[in-house]
Each structure stands twice: as structure tokens, then as C-alpha cells.
């Protein structure tokens, strides 16, 4: 059963940092591009970064980059995602998920979806 599970969200203040993990069980990441998604109460899920599947071409949304850093390591078969700076607009469900394809910010490219980790920025 291929399966996508994402662990390390929490409650972090404003500034603080957290790093998520997604890790896949039934298949290797290897051959996947892997990306982040978010999506608050309210609003449309959004693509946060995303990463190939050698590791070697990333991309991030304009309202993380320089904060987030997306990294791989598929002998663990699992992608991180470093969140630094964290202000209350971060706060939301965190979903990772895989594709076959080129990397993407856009969810169309995903077929496979992890269940989410809560991130809640708030002081």
C-alpha cells in the first residue's frame, strides 16, 4: 500500500522554526518529485515548495522563499521541509505529496497525498 506520511508539525511562536518530515512506506521516493502543500481554514490549498526526484531542482511559493528549505534524502525515503522565521500566516494543515513528473507547485502534478500536520503559529 503506497502511503505518505507527514510528521513534525506543532504550536510555534512567531519566529520560531519547525521542520516537517514526509516519509513513504510501500515505494521508494526515488523516481517522485515531492511537494509541500498548505491550506488554512478558508482558503484554497497553496503549493509551498517542491522538490525533483534527485534532489537537484528545487522551487518555493514568494511568501516562503528565503524562510523554508525542501531536502531529500531517499536512502531514508523520506523529504523535509525546514520552516524558519514562522509568522501566524504559516499556520495551517501541511500536506506532502509525490509525482512522476516534472516538479510542480501546482497539486494537478500529485498523485499521491499524505494525511497533513497541523502547523499553528501563534503566540
Known amino acids: 500500500q503506497l502511503q505518505l506520511v507527514e510528521s513534525g508539525g506543532g504550536l510555534v511562536q512567531p519566529g520560531g522554526s519547525l521542520r516537517l518530515s514526509c516519509a513513504a512506506s510501500?515505494?521508494?521516493?526515488?523516481?517522485?518529485?515531492i511537494g509541500w502543500f498548505r491550506q488554512a481554514p478558508g482558503k484554497e490549498r497553496e503549493g509551498v515548495s517542491c522538490?525533483?526526484?534527485?534532489?537537484?531542482?528545487?522551487n518555493y511559493a514568494d511568501s516562503v522563499k528565503g524562510r523554508f528549505t525542501i531536502s531529500r534524502d531517499n536512502a531514508k525515503n523520506t523529504v523535509y521541509l525546514q520552516m524558519n522565521s514562522l509568522k501566524p500566516e504559516d499556520t495551517a494543515v501541511y500536506y506532502c505529496?509525490?509525482?512522476?513528473?516534472?516538479?510542480?507547485?501546482?497539486?494537478?502534478?500529485?498523485?499521491?497525498w499524505g494525511q497533513g500536520t497541523q502547523v499553528t503559529v501563534s503566540s
Open positions: 510501500g515505494f521508494t521516493l526515488d523516481y517522485y518529485a
Open positions: 522538490i525533483s526526484s534527485s534532489g537537484g531542482s528545487t
Open positions: 505529496a509525490a509525482g512522476s513528473g516534472e516538479i510542480s507547485l501546482e497539486s494537478i502534478s500529485y498523485a499521491y
